[in-house]
């Protein structure tokens, strides 16, 4: 029997990891929380938390044993509802602009108090403790409030699980998210664009989230958290990027958007995963951000990604994925909902995972993949420094049509740094630490293009994977290193002239189409298309680099 006046009525004496200590418990108090109400559930074992979620949240468990829930309207990020609150501790070194939005303090708590309010309408709140980043030195305490079982365990997956010790002795976190994403925010509070807001506050270490149940946002708001922290406050380089190592203990990091390949390319069956996707390159190595992994499933199969395939059963959220109503067996090529469907797993559920997630040794190589729906960029090139700078910042691919909206042309995306919509500071920042760094240890940098070779869409044909594989197992083995080069024009890259398991006339791709003339028309094309993006960073960098863009 519980008691609504008493917040430790439904919490087992027996489990110690549920309680908060008196001081953490007048946190809650001096944040607005009414402890007279509310009951408390910190981190709270998977097998609740499924419970709730079915109990609750009208969560349903799969043929496999994930649990499958939803997020309602939003099925993905709002990155034009994202705010930074403008400060006077942060204001100088956050890149101002479509986006890192600026809010005022005072709406900050406005909505910070709309927040705590809704929470405190709730019976039952969810409190997780985790860490954010696996090396201690350089770890941040992160504290998620929140009203939904499925959010509390999609943290739980994401965020790295602290011991029963560590948690007994977490004290105050460095970072508090309020999730009160069921709540709008108010349209006609000053400087809201929608009833959504996703914000951030440095000052106050604090991010509000209303009007969106995506549990993505809470993901990607501590990668932005950890873009900043990092470079500012531990003198580290963040980066949106997955990492793995080689059984010498070569470690290699993979860049690159979506549909580039990162996630598959990273998971190689002979060397070691640190992550996927979140990583510091530290003083001392590469550490993950995270304790899990956020795997697309559209499409899904045991043939194409078994590690992520087997890495969907109990404890793992599946997150928008439609299923057989008798079977419960998930449909993961129904895409009525979104296209956007994921599983949230620990990363313990992959195999080959290194726990803990530390690499200590600095990147040997560092591999920046894209998808060149135009077919004009080789399938690997060999950047110089300064060429490194320059595609880390303009950070190309391509989309390839799309029948549904009439496009008939690939379109390029340009996201900096790989990722634009996580990055606080100016992309010079970044692109700088990691050519200073590159220097130091003597990394090797590569382009690397999985999208069309022999024609652009529609006429040539993607690269196929097994060639890619050839590629990065040639720079891992240091062949690639040693191969004989030549200059591919307009871009000025160094294409190897060799190989092994790779068709020569492949690796230049002007030799892989027929029509030579229809090739330079697209090359100049895209290589103008580069010029045109860059504009906005030209003034910002150094000459040296921008003059390793294309010349057209």
């Known amino acids: 029997m519980t008691s609504p006046g008493n917040h430790h009525d439904d919490l087992p004496t027996h489990n110690p990891e549920y309680h908060l200590l008196g001081r953490e418990l007048d946190l809650f108090s001096q944040a607005g929380f009414d402890m ?27 043929s496999n044993g994930a649990l499958i829930n939803f997020s309602g309207k939003k099925t993905g990020r709002s990155p034009k509802d994202k705010r930074i609150v403008y400060e006077e501790t942060s204001k100088d070194d956050v890149w ?50 929140c009203a ?4 509390a365990l999609f943290m739980h997956n994401m965020l790295i699980r602290p011991t029963r010790e560590e948690l007994e002795n977490f004290g105050q976190p460095d970072f508090i998210i309020y999730n009160a994403g069921q709540f709008p925010a108010n349209r006609f509070t000053a400087g809201m664009t929608s009833t959504t807001s996703v914000e951030i506050n440095f000052k106050r270490h604090e991010m509000v989230i209303l009007g969106t149940e995506y549990a993505g946002e809470m993901k990607k708001g501590i990668f932005s958290v950890m873009h900043y922290l990092q470079p500012i406050k531990f003198g ?16 290699t ?10 996630t598959t390319l990273s998971a190689d069956p002979n060397r070691s995963l640190i992550g996927d996707d979140e990583h510091v390159w530290s003083d001392t190595g590469v550490f993950n951000i995270e304790g899990g992994c956020y795997a697309k499933t559209i499409g899904l199969s045991a043939e194409k990604e ?46 080959n995972a290194k726990i ?8 040997s190589n560092i591999i920046m993949l894209t998808c060149d729906a135009y077919g004009v960029l080789p399938p690997v090139s060999k950047l110089t420094e300064e060429q490194a700078q320059y595609h880390f910042i303009a950070g190309y691919t391509s989309k390839t049509p799309g029948t549904e909206d009439g496009i008939v042309e690939p379109s390029p995306t340009f996201s900096t740094c790989y990722g634009q919509p996580f990055i606080v500071l100016h992309p010079r920042r970044y692109a700088e630490m990691l050519a200073k760094r590159m220097a130091q240890h003597k990394s090797d940098c590569w382009l690397i293009n999985t999208g069309w070779t022999g024609g652009k869409f529609g006429t040539g044909k993607r690269c196929p994977l097994k060639y890619t594989r050839a590629i990065i197992d040639a720079i ?24 092994n398991g790779v068709p020569s006339n492949v690796l230049n791709p002007r030799n892989a189409w027929p029509d030579k003339a229809a090739f330079d028309v697209e090359v100049k094309k895209l290589g103008g298309m580069f010029t045109e993006a860059f504009q906005k960073y030209a003034k910002e960098v150094d000459p040296k680099v921008l003059a390793a863009g294309p010349q057209v």
């Open 148 to 151: 939904r079982a499925y959010h």
């Open 96 to 145: 101002w602009g479509p986006v890192n939005i600026k809010m005022d303090e005072h709406t900050f708590e406005i909505n910070r108090e709309r927040a705590i309010d809704y929470l405190n309408t709730r019976e039952d709140i969810y409190v997780f403790d985790g860490f954010a980043g696996w090396d201690p030195k350089y770890r941040i305490k992160v504290r998620v409030i």
């Open 253 to 262: 990091l993979f860049f690159g958007l979506s549909g580039t390949g990162k």
């Open 476 to 499: 891992h083995d240091g062949s690639l290193a040693q191969a004989e080069y030549e200059t591919f024009g307009t871009f000025n890259l160094q294409v190897p002239k060799g190989v």
């Open 236 to 251: 580290q380089l963040s980066l949106h990027s997955s990492c793995n190592q080689g059984p010498k203990g070569d470690v």
């Open 306 to 351: 078994p590690e992520i395939f087997s890495a969907i059963r109990f404890g793992s959220i599946l997150e928008n994925v439609s299923y057989d109503k008798n079977t419960r067996v998930p449909d993961y090529d129904d895409a009525h909902l979104t296209e956007n469907t994921r599983c949230a797993y620990p990363i313990e559920y992959i195999p």
């Open 356 to 363: 803990p997630c530390i690499a200590d040794a600095p990147p």
């Open 36 to 62: 007279d109400k509310i009951h408390l559930k910190r981190n709270a074992s998977v097998a609740e938390l499924y419970e709730e979620a079915i109990t609750k949240e009208g969560a349903i468990i799969s």
